[in-house]
């Protein structure tokens, strides 16, 4: 594991997932473990799989699935040369939340320094994205840039499926007691429904999630049982900063990164369109996985690594 990051107090010991059932794949583990980060020693927590040699593929988690990828990708991005590391991001499960986007980018460049990763790859999804743009342009550990489902600046409150989604969220935005309002309404819902019902009719447009949310079904538990369980202020932090307009994303200000913007191919010709028209303003190119909406850089991730094999 990573060397020259401090060890957790017993209180953060690793934890083990479950094996999953697939062949060789139940002779691993994905485990989380908590070190403490940086000047401030924040804790952050953190998922490795492979190998320290190979080359490190780091995931940043979106609000919708604080979860690491499945086994069977881990042992595929392996097998292709890739180690895989997930970050609990602050204000989830065992991390230590900050305040706004540039102080999570500024730990998450931390543990890249003292977990002596180099020529990093950083895999930003949904409400992460506004992270990975600021790692990117500010750490020369990152050489290649990856963000599934990026909002950049555009409005999208109209998009949502189910529609009474797109409320709640423009009531997070307004001010704390909104967000605390919204926080409890979502976790009314699902907790009366059931998280798998929950996500499925979140993901009822796209045939590749409603695939992966039953594939995955104890992945997507566990993703909400972290995810519920956030602060309303860190709810609040991730719709706004993901929704609204970033002044960080100024024209052109991407061309100076190597990386891709990718979108699921399941979504609407609405996101399309000004998903495009956005990665030109910001100056990175764009693609589309073949399956998935939400959870398409989960669904579509053998066409991810192949991606990553080529282009990285």
Known sequence: MIPRLNLPEPAFSPRGNRLDQVGDKKRVLRVWQTARVGPSTRRLEYMQFGADELRPVVFLHSIEYPNCPGW?????AAQAGFGIFAIRRPGFGNSDRVNGAKEQALLIDHFLEEAGLENAILVSVGSACPVGYRVAVASPRVTYSVYVNCVFN????????PQWLGPIFAQAVQNPAGARV????????????GAKWFYETCGQKSPGDVEFISAYADDIEAAWQIGSAIQSDTFRDEIRYSLNDDPFLTDGV??????????GAETTETWR????????????????????????????GNMLLDLLRECA
């Open 254 to 263: 991407l061309s100076r990164v190597r990386g891709i913007a990718l979108s």
């Open 154 to 161: 555009r409005e999208i409150l109209a998009e949502f499926r």
């Open 182 to 193: 919204s926080l409890a309404a979502l976790r009314q819902i699902a907790g009366q429904f």
């Open 72 to 76: 069977g990708f881990c042992v595929d």
């Open 273 to 300: 369109a000004g998903f495009e028209a956005e990665a030109r303003r910001v100056g990175i190119p764009y693609g589309y996985l073949p399956s998935g909406d939400l959870f398409a850089a989960y669904q579509s």
